[in-house]
């Protein structure tokens, strides 16, 4: 549905969907309202939430998630991407892969099994901006997920075929059915521009727009939601006080402890060092990068966010400190200049490559209903 000028209808209309479909729907005490009897296999009695939290909003599947992705090369998906447009960027063992976000927009997974040697779960929601992978290996099998159709503090809720075990998105966990309590391996992307893409992995390849549906990419169903003075759509969860609920953070979670870094820090100090559950780290924020995926009618004209990364800082055993210097992230031991995508471009380090550790950029209320205790960087 694109939203030329009608926040307020997509909200009427998702709230009429929602109803409609709870209406219709065989409700119990083990089952979200609005799930049919005979749609699901999932062992409902086994769970690790209250089931009443969960909201059926579509049928499953309606939003049709990629099971056989097809790639295409930089020349060719510069035909229909801009050159500031948001892709999630994810390298594995030195293979590269774009994920446009004018895709994963209207399927939010693409099950990939023919890019790298590890079979993962490339996903995204809109409603938080969550994009994060995972490993799809369970227990020596292979998972292929769809989207539930459901949601859980507005965010995405997965299923996969095996089992219609569901899973959180942002948290990667079995939250109802068979593999309840199973956390799915994260792995570590981010969010960059096609050009900070390219540049980076100029043999990298883009998901096609060949996805065997029709959808309109490149344009953006959810008009103005990346708006700091919005509401969350579809959201009754708990709320924090310390950022308003659309305020974008980075997020890490490291031995147990979590922390959020608004983006209003990050883009004014764009480096920041800190250490989190024993993990030391640094965040980058470039000034110049992807634009919003959610903000303008056509994502190629949305307002530029910036791009984030999270690395460990340590090369061979040293431990490197980095400052922004001229729209470049430099280091003071070498001198040497890195992107943002942790790949050191000139100097001594010329090459070399920052480990990349798993994170992701967020709407703060999403981050908060999962982490609760979350701490709050500060400066």
């Given at each position: 549905?694109?939203?030329?000028a009608?926040k ?21 005490a083990?089952r ?6 005979d749609?699901?296999?999932t062992n ?6 209250d089931?009443?939290e969960l909201s059926v909003?579509i049928?499953r ?6 099971d056989?992705?097809k ?7 510069r035909?229909?991407i801009g050159?500031r ?7 594995i063992d030195?293979?590269?892969?774009a994920?446009?976000l004018?895709?994963l927009?209207w399927?939010e997974?693409?099950?990939d099994?023919?890019s790298?040697?590890?079979?993962v779960v490339?996903?995204f929601c809109p409603l938080?901006y ?5 490993d799809?290996?369970?227990d020596g099998r292979t998972?292929?997920f ?5 949601l859980?503090h507005?965010d995405?809720?997965?299923y996969?075929?095996?089992t219609?075990?569901?899973?959180q ?8 059915g068979e ?5 799915l391996a994260p ?7 096609f050009e ?15 996805t065997?549906?029709?959808?309109n990419y490149g344009?953006?169903?959810?008009v103005g939601y990346d ?5 969350p759509?579809?959201y009754?969860?708990p709320?924090?006080d310390r950022?308003?609920p659309?305020e974008?953070?980075?997020g ?6 979590d ?5 209003a820090?990050t883009?004014?100090a764009?480096?920041i060092?800190?250490e ?8 980058f924020?470039?000034e110049?990068g992807?634009t919003?995926a ?8 949305s307002r530029?966010?910036?791009?984030t990364?999270v690395?460990d800082p340590t090369v061979?055993g040293?431990?490197?400190h980095?400052?922004?210097e001229d729209?470049?992230?430099v280091d003071?031991?070498?001198g040497s ?6 790949r ?5 380090m010329?090459g070399?490559?920052?480990r990349?550790?798993p994170?992701g ?5 999403a981050?908060?209903a999962f982490k ?8």
């Amino acid at each position: 549905m694109n939203l030329p000028a009608a926040k307020p209808l997509f909200r009427w209309t998702l709230a009429l969907v929602t109803a409609v479909l709870a209406v219709a729907g065989t409700a119990t005490a083990q089952r979200p309202q609005g799930a049919r009897l005979d749609d699901w296999r999932t062992n409902w009695d086994k769970k690790n939430i209250d089931v009443s939290e969960l909201s059926v909003n579509i049928p499953r599947d309606a939003i049709p998630a990629i099971d056989h992705p097809k790639f295409v090369s930089i020349e060719e998906a510069r035909r229909w991407i801009g050159e500031r447009e948001p892709v999630l960027s994810l390298v594995i063992d030195g293979v590269a892969r774009a994920y446009p976000l004018q895709i994963l927009t209207w399927h939010e997974i693409v099950d990939d099994g023919v890019s790298f040697d590890v079979p993962v779960v490339v996903t995204f929601c809109p409603l938080c901006y969550s994009a994060l992978v995972y490993d799809r290996r369970v227990d020596g099998r292979t998972l292929e997920f769809g989207v539930s159709g459901m949601l859980r503090h507005s965010d995405l809720v997965m299923y996969d075929r095996q089992t219609h075990t569901l899973w959180q998105q942002l948290s990667g966990e079995g939250i109802v059915g068979e593999l309840t309590g199973v956390k799915l391996a994260p792995i570590p992307a981010q969010i960059i521009s096609f050009e900070q893409f390219y540049t980076a992995h100029p043999d990298g390849m883009v998901l096609s727009r060949d996805t065997g549906h029709r959808r309109n990419y490149g344009r953006n169903p959810y008009v103005g939601y990346d708006d700091v003075n919005e509401r969350p759509f579809l959201y009754k969860g708990p709320t924090d006080d310390r950022l308003r609920p659309m305020e974008k953070v980075v997020g890490v979670s490291f031995g147990g402890v979590d922390k959020a870094y608004p983006y209003a820090v990050t883009r004014r100090a764009h480096v920041i060092h800190d250490e989190v559950g024993g993990q030391p780290l640094v965040v980058f924020h470039s000034e110049k990068g992807a634009t919003s995926a959610l903000d303008k009618s056509r994502i190629a004209e949305s307002r530029e966010v910036g791009s984030t990364g999270v690395f460990d800082p340590t090369v061979d055993g040293r431990a490197l400190h980095f400052s922004y210097e001229d729209g470049r992230f430099v280091d003071a031991e070498t001198g040497s200049v890195w992107d943002v995508t942790g790949r050191a471009v000139s100097g001594p380090m010329a090459g070399r490559q920052l480990r990349a550790l798993p994170h992701g950029d967020y709407f703060s209320f999403a981050w908060f209903a999962f982490k609760p205790n979350t701490d709050l960087y500060r400066n």
